[in-house]
């Protein structure tokens, strides 16, 4: 089953001519930066019994950006139960990496398909081949074989096209199931060459919702220009309110397996937090993230969980 679109071959045209992922003059670059650094991060909190407490209350948290507070200006609890879109990238560049992904497939489905959470499996190449590998579903085993069915061919890839498309399946769900949980996570290099929407045009879908896009990057071993696709997995995962785990050039199962079990985490985080950034510069430095929370009215002691940082890539 695919993805469909009726797209005018002067669309198409005009697209290339004028239309880029990434800023290419100095106005945009000047617009760019005059954009505030909002962020947004989910946070955990903990009894001293390790159970989840489901009472807190946007002043009993305070957070820190490089041991600096924060001015918390959004605060909401979000629901346990989560619908997730797997979205895998199968473009020739994700070859090795994905010859290790096939081999710890199971581990998606123990991870986020928990109590009542279900997924929804999307594989991509480029903008003709977006294809649902499976449809919403709370099956382990649904889950894994839709990945192992999975297989690379030659693309140009079009990662914009299958978040944007993703994206849409996830509101228009939302519209329906209120009383859920709405996430994406993209597994890929970061490297889009070839895709029909552009990044304004995506990330306007995310505007006034709490859908965020966490990634799996493969970016240190895309083949063309890893600076563009280290750019992509920050920006796309900052803009959202998700996170960025980056593979190392050589990677083990086990390094993602730890990203995988780190995004799941944050997946079954009671809360997200978001302020807007007392350091605007966009630097591309790792900025640490910690959280503190207040005792409660009795005087029990909690403990907040919160990722341990973020990237604002430089324009």
């Known amino acids: ?176 199931v209120k009383s859920k949980r709405y996430a994406m996570l993209l597994i890929s290099d970061g490297e889009d060459r070839d895709s029909y929407y552009d990044y304004k045009q995506t990330i306007a879908l995310f505007g006034g919702t709490d859908l965020q896009v966490f990634l799996l990057s493969f970016a240190e071993t895309a083949p063309k220009d890893k600076k563009d696709a280290r750019f992509l997995t920050h920006l796309l995962t900052l803009e959202t309110g998700g996170t960025a785990y980056l593979m190392p050039k050589k990677f083990t199962q086990n390094d993602i397996i730890e990203a995988l079990k780190k995004i799941a985490g944050e997946l079954r985080s009671q809360y997200v937090i978001g302020y807007t950034s007392t350091n605007q510069k966009r630097d591309g430095s790792m900025r640490k993230l910690t959280v503190q929370v207040a005792d409660s009215e009795k005087g029990e002691k909690r403990q907040g969980f919160i990722r341990e940082g973020f990237v604002v890539p430089k324009d």
């Open 1 to 176: 089953m695919k993805f469909t679109r009726i797209v005018s071959a002067f669309c198409l045209i005009s697209f290339f001519l004028v239309s880029f992922i990434f800023p290419q003059n100095k106005s945009k670059d000047k617009k760019s930066k005059e954009k505030p650094v909002v962020v947004k991060a989910n946070v955990a909190v903990l009894d001293t019994n390790g159970n989840l407490v489901n009472d807190i209350k946007l002043e009993n948290l305070t957070v820190f950006e490089d041991g600096i507070e924060q001015k918390i200006t959004y605060f909401a609890q979000k629901e346990p139960i989560l619908n997730l879109v797997l979205v895998f990238d199968n473009t020739g560049s994700m070859r090795k990496n994905f010859d290790e992904i096939f081999k710890i497939s199971s581990v998606f489905g123990d991870l986020f398909l928990l109590d009542k959470n279900e997924v929804f499996v999307v594989r991509f190449v480029d903008s003709d081949k977006i294809e649902i590998k499976q449809e919403w579903t709370s099956s382990k085993k649904d889950a894994q074989e839709a990945i192992d069915l999975m297989y690379i061919e030659g693309g140009q890839s079009a990662i914009l096209d299958a978040v944007y498309l993703s994206a849409e399946t996830l509101l228009a769900r939302e519209k329906h």
